[in-house]
C-alpha cells in the first residue's frame, strides 16, 4: 500500500509540473525532435563506440545535413515564438554537444586582424574542414590611414565546389580537443587578401567609393555598445547549455543514488545512497540550482526577446539603449555559473574569460552608484535587476532577523540577505577603487587590483540574487498552480540557502550576522530542506529529463534497472569478451628484465 | 642590466633549491628515465594523434615491456631507499597515467565475492585484456557453513599460453573511459571454479586439511586492523599522483600566463597576464600548495616507510600498531585533496569514494577523545599529529590576535587558526553524536547525520592542519639552507592563509575571529604574498617541472616560446590543411530543407 502511495505522489508531482510546462518532452518540438533522431538510424549510438576522428567529423556533418532536412522548426514559427528555437538547440545539445553547436554555427564567426601568427584565430567552430566564409572583425583603414577601429568582413575562405583554400588564405584545422571533437575547429590567417567593398557589414559605420568614412552614431563608445548588444543572444546560450550539461548530470546522478544501494544499519538490507545526509547534501541543492537556472534561462531569454525586437524595429529610445547594457551586465555575470557543471565535464576552460566578464557586470553596477552620488538620479533599470540598490542606505541597516529553523525555510530570508550582500560589496568596490586612485594608481591598475574579494564577488551576488530574485517571484505568483507551490518553494529556499552560504564570512564581516545562532539555523534549515525534498527527488528530475535514448547513460536510464542496464551496455560494447588482436606478443616474447638498463 | 639582475636572481633561486632537493630531475633516477624516454622511439609522441582504443592499449603494453627490459630500479636499490621507487612511478605518471598505473598494478587486485551482477566488480586494471591470475577478496565459508569473514585467494582467469578464459570465468574489458585508456580496465564473475587450498593468502587466517578455521588474531577487528592498513600505501600513492597532476597543471598555466599578454595600460605594450592581482590569486595559491604538498606527500611516505619495515620485522609493538591507525587516518583523509587538481583533468570521479574515507579520520580523532574523556589517557601518537588534541581546553578559549597585515604574514598565525578550527570541530562532532543519540537514533544513523557541517569539515581541518603543520617546521628547520627560507616562508603563509579562508565562517561562528579586521588582514595578506612571489613563479615552476618532453605541452615548454611552439604543433599535426576525406559529399548532395519534415 505504502508503494502505491508513493507512486500516486510521484505520478501527481510529474503531471503538476508537466502541465505547468516545467516538464521536457511537454512541449510539442522536443517529442518530435527526440522521436525523429531516435527513429533515424544515422543518429543511432553504440555502446563504447570508439570514432576515429576523421569519422567523428563526418558523422557530425550528415547528422547536421538531415537535420536540415528534417527543418524542425520553420522561420515563421520561430518569430512567433522564440523560445521553441531555444528549446530545439537544447534538444540537440541534449543529444551531442558537437552537433548541437554545429547547427547554431553556421558563418558567424570573428576571425582575425593581422598576418603574423600571435594574431592567428583559434577556435573557431567549423572552420578546421568546411567553413567557405568567414565574418573577420578587423581594424578598418582608410586610405587617408586613419584606423576606425573594429569593423566586420565577410571574406571568402574556401572554393565552395572544391572546398580548397583561396590565394592569400592559410586555414587549417587545430586537430583533437579535450571534447566536442564532432565540431572541426579551425584556424585563419590572411595575406594581402583582397575583398569587394560591399564585403564589408555596414550597420554601425561604413566607407565611400572614394574612401571616406560614414557612420550613423557621432559618439564611438555608443557605437561599441550597439556592437556588444548583439552578442549577448551568444553568452546567454552558453549559460543554457550550462543549465542543460546539469539536468543530465543531475539526472544521471540523482537516479543513480535512487537505486544504487551501499551498507545501512546492523542486519538489514542495505539502503540507496540517496537515503544518506551527506549524498542528498551534495546532490539536492544542485536540483534546487536546475529548477532556479531553468526559470532564470527561460525568463532572461524572453528579456532577450524582447530586446532584440526592440532592434528590429530600430527602437532607438533610451529605453531600449539602457536595456542593452542591462542584458550585457547580466550575459557577462551569468557565465560564472558554468561552474555548476558536473566536475565529469571536461569543457571547463571558459573560467579566464569568464573573470574578465564579470567586470563588465561590476562596471555596470557602478556606474549606476556613480550617477546615483554625482547626478542624484534614481537607481531603476528596465528589467528591474538593480532598483532595490536605490534603497542602498536602509538595506544595508538591516540585520538577520529569523530566530528559527523554521523561519530560514522561507526564501525571503536569504533573498534579504543578498540584498544587503549586494549593497555592501558594491560599497566595499566603491571605496577600494577610490582608495585605490588616491594613493596615485592610474585608472587600468586601480580597477584590476579592486576585482579580489571586490569587484569579482560584487558580480556574482549581483547575478545569484536576480536569479533567487526570480525564482522567488514564480514561488509566489499566484499564476504557479497552488498544488506546486509547496516543492517549489522548498526549492527556492534551498537554492538561495545553500548559494548564500557561500558568502558567510562576508556576512559576519559587515556584521550582518554576528553569533553561532545564524550559521546554526541555515545549516539546519538546508539539511532539513534537503530531507524534505528527498522523496520526490526522482520525479523532479524525470521532469527535467529527456528520453533515455538522448540521455544514453545506462546508469541513468528512467526505469532504474541500473544494473541490468549496465551490463548489458557492457557487452554490447566490441570485442569485450575478445582476446586482444596483439595476444601472441603479449605471450611470448617475454622481455628480459634490465636488458636496456645502463651501466651506471 | 634589470634583465641580467633578474634572470641572476632567477638562476640562484633554481640553483638554490636543486641544492637541497626540491628540484626534480636532480635525483639521478629521474634524468635516467626521463632521457631513456625521450630517445626511445617507442615512447615517441605525435602531436594531434588520434590513437583507437585497441592500438592504444597495445602501445601502453609495449611500453611496458620496454620499462621491464629498462628496470630503472633493482628490488636491491627499491629495499636501501624506497623513496626511489616513488619518484620512479612519479617519472611514469608525468609521462602517462596509464603507462605509470599499469606499471604499478601488476596482479594486485580485489574481485568478486557471489556470482550474480550486481556483484561483479569494474575498474579493475589489467583485467579487461590480459590478466591471468587475480587476488580474490571472498568471504570465506568452512564446512561447517561458518562464515569467517574476507580473505584473500589467489585465481587463475585465463590460460597464460593463449589468453582465453578458463572454465567458470566470466573476464571481459568495460571498454572506453574518459580517460586513461591505455589501461584496460576489466570485470570477471566467478561460477563454481575450483581452486587448491594453498590459494589462499593465509596472513590472517587459514583452514586446515580437515577443514578447521585458525588464526593468528584472537580480535577479528585486529585482524581486519592490520589487513587495513596493508591498504594505505596504494591509497597515499593516490595522492602523490594528485600532487603530480598538479605540479603538471601549473607548470602549464605559470609558464603561460607569464607569456600570454592581454591587454595593458593606454598606450603601452599589452601586459603578461601573470601580472593581473587576480590572475595571481587564481594561480599562485595553488603553487603555493604544490609545495606544500609535495613536502607533505614526502614526509607521510617516510612515514609509511617505517612502518612497512616494521611490518616486514614482524613488529607487533602497541607503537606498530598505533601507526597503522594513524597513516590510516591520514590516507583516508588525504584522498580530499585530489580536489586540487586543475579542472581540465577529467579524472575526479574519486569524490563519493572520499567523502565516505573521511568518516575513518573523523572517527579516529573521536576515539582519541572518547578514550581521554572516558580513561583520562594523554593523547600522544607515533607520528603526533594529533598530539595538540591534549591541550583542546585551552586552545578552544584562544583568539585570533594579529593586528597588522605583516603579522598576518606569518604561517604562524594560520596554523594557530587551524588548531583552534580542528578542536572546535571535534568538540562540535562529538556533541552532535551525542545529540543524535539522546534522540533515539541509532549508531548508523547518528554517524550519518553528523557528516555535514561536522565530521566531515573535522576530516578536512585535521589533514589541512597536518600538511601546514609539516610545511611550516620544514621552513623554521635550520637544516633548512638559510637562502631558501624567505621563498619557503612566503610559500608557507600563502598556502595557510588561503586553505583557511574556506573556513572563516566557522572562525566567526565559534567566536574564534569578531568583527572585519581579521579578515581584512587575511585578505590583504594573501594578497600581498601573492605579489611578493609573482616573480618568482616561474623559476619555482621550473623547480618543479619535468622535461618539456615529458610535459608534452606546447604552451607550457621551459622557453617560453608559446606562440612559435603552439604554432609548430598545429601544423605537425595530420592533415591540417587537407580537405576531409568526405569532401565531395559536402560539396554536392545539399540537402532538400525540410524534406524529411513530418506534416503536423
Known amino acids: 500500500m505504502k508503494e502505491v502511495n508513493e507512486w500516486l505522489k510521484y505520478q501527481e508531482l510529474v ?131 586613419v584606423c576606425h577601429g573594429l569593423h566586420s568582413f565577410v571574406v571568402a575562405l ?43 557589414l555596414n550597420k554601425t559605420g561604413d566607407v565611400t567609393p572614394d574612401g571616406r568614412y560614414v557612420t550613423p552614431f557621432k559618439d564611438p563608445n555608443k557605437r561599441f555598445g550597439e556592437s556588444l548588444g548583439a552578442l549577448s543572444g551568444g553568452r546567454l546560450s552558453f549559460t543554457r547549455m550550462a543549465t542543460i550539461n546539469l ?24 539502503i540507496p545512497v540517496l537515503e544518506y545526509q551527506l549524498q542528498q547534501w551534495r546532490l539536492i541543492p544542485y536540483l534546487a540550482a536546475a529548477y532556479a537556472l531553468e526559470h532564470f534561462s527561460k525568463s532572461i531569454f524572453m528579456n532577450l526577446f524582447e530586446f532584440q525586437i526592440g532592434q528590429m524595429m530600430k527602437e532607438k529610445s533610451d529605453r531600449q539603449a539602457e536595456m542593452g547594457r542591462e542584458i550585457h551586465a547580466i550575459g557577462c555575470s551569468m557565465n560564472r555559473l558554468g561552474d555548476l557543471r558536473n566536475d565529469n565535464d571536461p569543457n571547463c576552460t571558459y573560467e579566464g574569460d569568464n573573470n574578465v566578464l564579470l567586470q563588465q557586470t561590476s562596471n555596470y553596477l557602478l556606474s549606476w552608484l556613480h550617477a546615483k552620488h554625482r547626478d542624484g538620479v534614481r537607481i531603476e533599470s528596465p528589467l528591474h535587476t538593480v532598483d532595490f540598490l536605490d534603497d542602498s542606505h536602509k538595506i544595508l541597516e538591516s540585520r538577520f532577523t529569523a530566530r528559527t529553523m523554521e523561519e530560514c525555510m522561507d526564501s525571503a530570508v536569504p533573498l534579504a540577505a543578498y540584498k544587503w550582500l549586494v549593497c555592501f560589496l558594491l560599497e566595499e568596490s566603491q571605496k577600494r577603487l577610490e582608495q585605490e586612485m588616491a594613493s596615485g594608481k592610474e585608472e587600468f591598475e586601480a580597477r584590476n587590483n579592486s576585482q579580489v574579494y571586490y569587484c569579482r564577488s560584487l558580480a556574482m551576488a549581483y547575478i545569484e540574487h536576480n536569479c533567487l530574485q526570480r525564482f522567488h517571484e514564480l514561488t509566489t505568483d499566484t ?122
Open 15 to 145: 503531471e503538476r509540473c508537466w502541465r505547468s510546462g516545467w516538464k521536457a518532452r511537454c512541449e510539442p518540438i522536443e517529442l518530435q525532435v527526440f522521436k525523429a533522431l531516435e527513429n533515424d538510424p544515422l543518429f543511432a549510438r553504440r555502446p563504447g563506440e570508439d570514432v576515429p576522428l576523421e569519422k567523428m567529423r563526418e558523422l557530425t556533418f550528415l547528422r547536421l545535413k538531415q537535420l536540415f532536412r528534417y527543418n524542425f522548426l520553420t522561420k515563421e514559427e520561430v518569430m512567433a515564438n522564440p523560445w521553441k528555437a531555444v528549446t530545439l538547440n537544447g534538444c540537440l545539445m541534449m543529444y551531442d554537444c558537437a552537433l548541437g553547436g554545429k547547427y547554431i554555427l553556421n558563418k558567424q564567426e570573428f576571425v582575425i586582424n593581422s598576418p603574423d601568427i600571435e594574431a592567428a584565430k583559434f577556435w573557431v567552430g567549423n572552420m578546421g574542414k568546411t567553413a567557405t566564409h568567414a565574418v573577420v572583425f578587423a581594424q578598418l583603414y582608410t586610405p587617408d590611414q
Open 158 to 200: 574556401r572554393d565552395p565546389k572544391t572546398l580548397l583554400a583561396l590565394p592569400g588564405v592559410l586555414v587549417g584545422d587545430i586537430g583533437k580537443k579535450l571534447g566536442l571533437n564532432g565540431l572541426d575547429n579551425g584556424f585563419a590567417l590572411f595575406h594581402n587578401v583582397r575583398i569587394p567593398r560591399e564585403n564589408l
Open 247 to 270: 539536468k543530465l548530470a543531475l539526472t544521471i546522478a540523482i537516479r543513480f543514488s535512487a537505486t544504487r544501494r551501499q551498507f545501512g544499519p546492523k542486519n538489514t538490507e542495505e
Open 479 to 600: 499564476d504557479t498552480p497552488a498544488g506546486l507551490r509547496p516543492v517549489l518553494s522548498n526549492l527556492c529556499a534551498l537554492y538561495g540557502l545553500w548559494s548564500l552560504s557561500n558568502h558567510m564570512a562576508t556576512l559576519y564581516q559587515g556584521n550582518y550576522l554576528s553569533g553561532r545562532k545564524p550559521t546554526d539555523l541555515v545549516q539546519m534549515a538546508i539539511l532539513t530542506l534537503c530531507s524534505q525534498l528527498k522523496d520526490d527527488a526522482v520525479a523532479l528530475v524525470d521532469v527535467l529529463a529527456p528520453t533515455d535514448f538522448i540521455l544514453n547513460s545506462p546508469i541513468g536510464n528512467a526505469d532504474g534497472q541500473l544494473y541490468k542496464n549496465l551490463w548489458s551496455t557492457v557487452m554490447q560494447g566490441s570485442q569485450v569478451l575478445e582476446r586482444p588482436s596483439w595476444w601472441k606478443e603479449f605471450c611470448s616474447d617475454k622481455p628480459v628484465v634490465g636488458s636496456l638498463r645502463p651501466k651506471l
